[in-house]
């Protein structure tokens, strides 16, 4: 930064005008520093602003070089033991020398080995701060003469004021103290000592003066740390992001400037009295330490005022160049591009190094190995080896490992960690889970910035939390699905290219069914529905109901004349301990078919899948009928879907321990109840067996239990939906089609 005098217009004020206001108390009082901040800086503010006009001089003035010159100067005067050193002894060989080549080495680059301050502005500076009032004590108020250095200053900029005051204060101190060091090794400066008194001077320096010196040292030590903070504060509020607006809400006004500029003036002058006193060798000056006192306790609390004004100016610019590159990233990633390279650059950026990493080739890979391709972004933790989305993406790679020509295989998956923090455990762990995957994944959490993760983790956006998403980009880099997981485990490669508008295409197709309910949990169940044989699914952890349920559920297709495979699929959330001990006694006994403790789970994560991809799908049918009708009712819609209908009755049983079942045939209506009814109808299949032979078991078992619910004394339904995402106001029943009670569970389950 430049220090340039500003060419104000001439002043306007009368010479010896009383542009300021006189001290409500006088020096007796000892208060007089102590008037109303307010009325005493609207003085200062006055004295600025009386010349505002500020056509610039092109001679520039190191504002930056004048104080590090300053703070030598003075880190040479206030060295703690600098008055030891020179009152006796030689000064040690390379104390300073150091320090003082490597700054000279420094100002050396400036120009012309000079930082352009005019020696007139030094001059009125120096005669009001080293006047001779501060002996004879005529007319030494500080405040007063604090405000004609501000006067005599006031073509110039805050920081520049500060700064130019400050360096006028260090030339005075180094010249006696350039004497002090060089008193014992050049006669020259032996002479002057001399005459100047330094011998009683140094000599007082180590006994009763000691305490003083310490005190007027912590005083410019506080001085130099509020300067370099005001010319922060003033480097910052020029910054091209810094606005008005930010700068009202965060303390940093002309008015605060303006504080901290005088009180930082005002102690310099404290400071240069007890300099004058102090060196003054005058037995009769009273040295009031009470003043230092003060002045550093003003200064610790400008001190403080002024780096909470930073830090929050700091960070609101900060929020502001982050909303900035969030819109920009929003921009590219929410339109169409001639390809997906710019979005993924956007995304993943590491120093024009490769971002990626080829799980499956273990090797770093660039980001234009996913051009042209459909890119399903996998966002997690690091808790996601046992999560059904991980068992989704490695059932879904794995189909695509076998048969990658195929048009549903043209995708590639990256693994995108999201953390707060990253610690070197967690790092090792990330490459850990990183090795046993076998699609890309970042080469390192970094090249992931801090501005996508806010993105990413926006509600209006992304939305991510902890639990994974699958985020699908497609060739031209624009987001065609902001989670396509439950679409994924609901249809699998069928579902390519994993957009919303393939989803809604295939909810249009599809019916209640059995396929579409059993399908992938079991290899036996497309031969069984092939062959045309019934089907029954059913659950529940009453073992005495199970065997009388597949008892006589044998017996009824042996006389209908029908063949039905049972298969025991448990209950949702059931604890494993439980349902394996069930499907031990089921194998043992030979009651039903089973199947695996992990297909049992996948089996209602995927019914789950359903009503939320079927939920979201429905939303939207709603949304647009609306825009084209008005007002329609969602629950209604909801009731007169036989799909949702059929998941709603699906999750309602598996969120009872209860029996239950659901008996069908190759795409053909599907009979279901809870297990009580269900029972009841099949050991009365006498009553109803001719209806099965007019028109069909799964029809006339339907009719049947339509009455026997309509005679059951009540029923008792819930249903446990995950909370991650759809989440209706209203669900109808499944059995009753009543509006259902909502309550809010919270469960925790370590088996």
């Not at 005008?17 to 208060?31: I, M």
């Not at 805050?158 to 002090?180: D, H, I, M, P, S």
């Not at 953390?419 to 990183?434: G, H, M, V």
């Not at 059995?735 to 309550?743: D, L, Q, V």
Request: proline fraction near 4%.
């Amino acid at each position: 930064m430049a220090l340039v005098p500003q060419n104000k217009t001439p002043n306007t004020i009368p010479r010896g005008a009383d542009y300021y206001r006189p001290p409500l108390l006088s020096r007796k009082g000892r208060r007089q520093f102590e008037t109303d901040d307010s009325s005493l800086i609207s003085q200062v503010l006055f004295i600025d602003e009386s010349h505002d006009d500020r056509p610039y001089d092109p001679t520039p003035i190191s504002l930056k070089h004048v104080l590090k010159a300053a703070e030598v100067i003075l880190s040479h005067v206030n060295t703690p033991d600098i008055h030891f050193n020179v009152s006796g002894s030689t000064i040690p060989e390379g104390a300073y020398e150091d320090r003082l080549q490597e700054t000279m080495e420094h100002f050396a680059s400036s120009r012309h080995g000079s930082y352009g301050v005019p020696t007139s502005v030094f001059i009125a500076i120096s005669c009001k701060l080293f006047t001779k009032k501060w002996l004879t004590g005529e007319d030494d108020n500080k405040q007063k003469i604090a405000m004609g250095i501000l006067f005599a200053v006031h073509q110039y900029d805050w920081q520049e004021k500060v700064v130019l005051v400050l360096g006028t204060f260090a030339v005075k101190n180094g010249e006696l103290w350039l004497v002090a060091q060089l008193y014992t090794t050049y006669a020259l400066a032996k002479e002057i000592g001399k005459l100047e008194q330094l011998p009683e001077l140094l000599g007082r320096a180590e006994t009763d003066l000691k305490s003083k010196f310490e005190a007027y040292n912590n005083l410019v030590k506080a001085v130099l740390r509020v300067t370099k903070l005001i010319i922060r504060l003033q480097e910052i509020r020029h910054d091209p992001d810094s606005t008005p607006e930010l700068e009202s809400t965060t303390n940093s006004n002309d008015f605060h400037i303006a504080t901290a500029v005088y009180w930082t003036i005002w102690s310099l002058v404290v400071a240069a009295s007890h300099f004058v006193g102090i060196t003054s060798m005058d037995p009769d000056y009273n040295i009031e330490t009470w003043e230092l006192s003060f002045s550093i306790q003003k200064l610790e609390t400008i001190q403080s005022d002024l780096e909470e004004t930073i830090n929050s100016l700091n960070d609101a610019i900060q929020r502001k160049k982050d909303d900035e590159a969030l819109a920009a990233i929003t921009d590219i990633l929410e339109n169409p591009h001639v390809d997906n390279i710019k979005p993924l650059k956007v995304l993943f950026f590491k120093d024009d190094q490769p971002a990626l990493y080829d799980c499956y080739r273990k090797r770093r890979v660039n980001i234009d190995m996913l051009k042209g391709k459909v890119v399903i972004l996998f966002l997690t933790d690091l808790d996601i080896l046992r999560e059904k989305e991980y068992m989704i993406v490695q059932q879904m790679y794995m189909e695509k490992r076998h048969e990658p020509l195929k048009p549903e295989s043209q995708y590639e998956v990256v693994w995108v960690p999201i953390l707060d923090a990253w610690t070197e455990d967690k790092y090792e762990q990330f490459e850990s889970i990183r090795n046993a995957m076998e699609w890309y994944s970042i080469y390192l959490p970094s090249v992931v910035s801090p501005t996508v993760i806010r993105y990413i983790r926006k509600e209006d956006k992304w939305n991510f939390v902890k639990k994974p998403l699958l985020v699908v980009m497609d060739p031209q880099g624009r987001i065609v699905h902001n989670n396509a997981v439950h679409m994924m485990c609901v249809f699998g490669s069928i579902a390519f290219p994993f957009n919303k508008t393939r989803e809604e295409l295939l909810w249009e197709e599809e019916t209640w069914r059995l396929e579409l309910v059993a399908d992938p949990i079991d290899d036996n169940i497309l031969s069984w529905i092939t062959e045309r044989k019934h089907l029954c699914l059913y659950g529940g952890e009453d073992i005495n109901w199970i065997r009388n349920f597949t008892k006589v559920a044998g017996s009824v297709a042996w006389e209908a004349g029908i063949q039905l495979e049972l298969l025991y699929v448990g209950n949702n959330k059931a604890k494993e301990r439980v349902v394996k001990n069930i499907m031990r006694i089921i194998q043992d006994e030979n009651l039903s078919h089973t199947i695996e403790w992990h297909l049992i789970s996948f089996f209602w994560t995927r019914l789950e899948s359903m009503w939320e991809s079927k939920g979201h799908q429905l939303q939207t049918k709603l949304k647009k009928s609306s825009e084209l009708i008005g007002s329609t009712d969602s629950v209604a819609m909801k009731k007169d879907d036989a799909v949702m209908q059929g998941i709603i009755s699906m999750l309602s049983f598996g969120s009872s321990d209860h029996g239950w079942a659901v008996i069908g045939t190759c795409s053909t209506e599907m009979s279901k109840a809870n297990g009580e009814l269900m029972l009841k109808s099949l050991r009365e299949f006498n009553v109803w067996k001719t209806r099965h032979i007019e028109i069909g078991f799964t029809a006339a078992l339907n009719e049947y239990l339509a009455g026997v619910s309509k005679q059951a004394p009540h029923h008792c339904s819930s249903l446990t939906l995950p909370i991650t995402g759809l989440m209706p106001e209203t669900v109808a029943c499944a059995e009753c089609g009543r509006i259902m009670e909502r309550f809010n569970l919270f469960r925790c389950c370590n088996d």
